[in-house]
């Protein structure tokens, strides 16, 4: 005994809304590859054809060199000029494990969260979530790029090549930081003030580079 089966096609208008709504899903544009991308990929194919064995005859290795060299040289001169090409904001802010910990909260809640423990007077708590703080802030505003897994320490350093007159005050915050996470020293009132005190200077500055 067979069995039939209705299969529902959409007509043109609804299948073109479905294929809108699919394409408009956030993992699309996850996926798009960046402008460096493009570039590198046009350059190759340009270098791929040139190197051919037709070409190559017709232009001769001498030419091949220099074209070569040129095309190296603007590169290494466009990254003198713009910088490494950083990694999408919506990539970055994406990104949850903040310091060792899995931590999707932003600067100002975790300011919030801190003041909250200090009020409550757990110095400890209070100093972990404010340096975290300190550390998602410069994240938020793109001044710095640490690497997967950076450590309070590597944070400060990077924080001082941004703000040099405050480098000594940043690698107390992390040592701060890193005496309650990791060894286990208790903190203190005057210890969280000075931490909320750095935290509060460096959020309202702006870069050494954009002021020169």
């Not at 208008?13 to 709504?21: K, Y």
């Not at 972990?128 to 505003?141: Q, V």
Request: glycine share 4%; no cysteine.
């Amino acid at each position: 005994m067979s069995r039939s089966f209705d299969v529902y096609v959409p007509d043109g208008d609804e299948a073109r809304r479905w294929a809108q709504e699919e394409l408009a899903n956030p993992r699309y544009a996850d996926a798009k590859p960046t402008w460096f991308d493009l570039f590198a990929r046009d350059i190759g194919r340009f270098l791929r054809d040139l190197f051919t064995s037709e070409n190559g005859a017709n232009v001769g290795p001498a030419a091949l060199i220099i074209v070569s060299v040129i095309i190296v040289a603007a590169l290494v001169i466009a990254l003198i000029i713009w910088g490494r090409p950083r990694r999408a904001r919506s990539v970055r802010s994406a990104r949850g494990d903040l310091l060792g910990a899995a931590d999707d909260r932003s600067a100002a809640q975790l300011r919030s969260d801190a003041d909250r423990s200090a009020r409550d007077g757990d110095w400890d708590t209070a100093t972990i979530l404010r340096f975290r703080a300190l550390a998602r802030g410069l994240l938020e505003r793109d001044l710095i790029d640490p690497a997967p897994g950076a450590t309070a320490q590597a944070i400060a350093r990077e924080a001082s090549t941004v703000f040099a007159d405050e480098s000594s005050a940043v690698r107390r915050a992390a040592v701060s930081f890193d005496d309650v996470r990791y060894l286990r020293h208790p903190a203190n009132a005057e210890s969280y003030r000075e931490l909320a005190d750095t935290d509060d200077r460096l959020r309202a500055r702006r870069p050494e580079a954009v002021l020169a």
